[in-house]
């Protein structure tokens, strides 16, 4: 994380990037778009919605 903020800072107004976080597994299973990851079946649904906005304040496609 410090080499990533040393070496990309970060426009005024921009968040924080992250390194953190799992972005690739192999051999993982191929899911639809909209399919669930819970293979329990615990818990309860939860729908997350946001923006992406750039420095200015307009949208991200």
Known sequence: ???DAI???KP???SESTV???FHLA???ELKMGSGI???QKGEPMLVV???LDTQGNPVA
């Open 1 to 3: 994380m410090l080499v």
């Open 7 to 9: 070496n990309n800072p």
């Open 12 to 14: 005024s107004g921009a």
């Open 20 to 22: 953190l976080g799992h």
């Open 27 to 29: 051999d993982a299973p």
């Open 38 to 40: 819970c293979h329990d």
């Open 50 to 52: 946001g923006r992406i």
